[in-house]
């Protein structure tokens, strides 16, 4: 791994996820926060920026090099803490929005943790199961000195999950010749990790669902719900609605998606996407652009960024909008629907359930006193709440969307914080 460096904002042309999407919003909650403007500009800048090569070596002897990420954005309210992400698409300037929303979503819903993310430019579907267990412990062995239970604590993303982790905690821990299971999160239970880590995401969001429920009166069964991406966090908020009586009609994955106006067979669908890999062929198929523009009640982004943007937003019919996924609407996109009377929960809040459960884990795994399921769901049903209570009561009372509101809310506890 190259050495460190100490970072700047990003200045060049080209399109940049930090620069256009995490920083305005950032000046633009500024504006209904109490934070002094140079906390604001401190908090353009990441505290540290990690990129090095990862040499892999392949099943047929050969030897490829990937490039891995890691950003420690801002550490002031605790440890750094976020995902490693393997995917192709994965850039440093998606790693910086992603630690940069990291640091909001930790101070949105009050843990006391800061914000950090990781990726590999990679498409771990084409590499077997022993070249991603070498590319996860390389990844390890590159990043093991910005890492640790007190310093920055990564937990699963795209294309990562248990194993993955499991795999990266037993290399740190042969690095540095002990057990720190707190330098990871979501690992295998039997390996330290947290009941109920693997569905703490998409039940955060239900909780936000369930909140808007009542205070819309809504009878889930008059209740339509279409949800893109079809991996950990929208198969688990498909069952969860599911299991209340909202109406899933449509979901999707990276191949495209189903539609059923009467509603899927969430259990059915699951159990087809999971054992082969594919949505059953059933209702009618959708792109995953018709699927975001479908007349439903609820859409739930939960597959990657940049979903929705200035092209599509006009289209979308629904009237919530529950962001699983990170980043999924451009500012443009944001601007558009702020025109409408389409409620939107930010990611850094609708999707804050993941990162409390890490927390969870990493509390459990430095207290060495692990928790039931009833507790996990409880206190994380508490914290999802209450953030969303206090976020919404501020968009009342301001007047500004639910993003904006969000981030002001964030902003004010890391002024505290750092003033
Ligand atoms: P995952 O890898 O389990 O699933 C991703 C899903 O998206 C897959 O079904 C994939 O086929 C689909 N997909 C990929 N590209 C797509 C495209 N272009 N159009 C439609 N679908 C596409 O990932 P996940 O853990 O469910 O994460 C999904 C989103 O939720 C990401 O934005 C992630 O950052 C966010 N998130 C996840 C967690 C977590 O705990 N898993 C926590 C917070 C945020």
Known sequence: MSPDVLTAPQTQAAPDVFRDEALPRLDLAAKHSR???ETVERLKHAERFTEGGIPVQMDDGSTKMFTGFRCRYNTVRGPAKGGIRFHPDVSSAEVRALAFWMTFKCATVGIPLGGGKGGVIVDPRGLSEREL?????????????????????????????????????????????????????????????SLGRDDATARGGFVCLQEIEAKRGWNPKEITVAIQGFGNAGQHFAR??????????????????IYDENGL???????????TRR????????????????????????????????????????????????????KEADEILAQTDALVVPDILANAGGVTVSYFEWCQNISGYYWNLETV????????????????????????????????HALNRLAEAME
């Open 279 to 330: 949505l059953p062929e059933v209702g009618r198929s959708v792109t995953n652009e018709e699927l975001l523009e479908l007349g439903v009640d609820v859409l739930v982004p939960a597959a990657l960024e940049n979903a929705i943007t200035r092209d599509n937003a006009h289209d979308v019919k629904a009237k919530v909008l529950i962001e699983l996924a990170n980043g999924p609407l451009t």
């Open 265 to 275: 067979d969430v259990k059915a669908t699951i159990d087809t996407k999971n054992s």
């Open 377 to 408: 769901h409880e206190r994380l049903g508490d914290i999802m709440s209450s953030a969303f209570n206090s976020v919404y009561d501020l968009m009342e009372s301001e007047g500004v969307p639910m993003r904006t509101a969000c981030y002001a």
């Open 35 to 37: 934070a002094k403007a």
């Open 240 to 257: 969860l609605a599911d299991s209340v009586g909202y109406k899933v009609v449509a979901v999707s994955d990276s191949r495209g998606g």
């Open 133 to 193: 267990e070498r590319l996860s412990r390389g990844y390890m062995r590159g990043m093991a000195d910005v890492l640790g239970p007190d310093i920055d604590v990564p937990a699963p993303d795209v294309y990562t999950n248990a194993t993955i982790m499991g795999w990266m905690s037993d290399e740190f821990d042969t690095i540095k010749r002990g057990r720190y299971p707190g330098v990871i999160t979501g690992k295998p239970v039997s390996r330290g990790g």
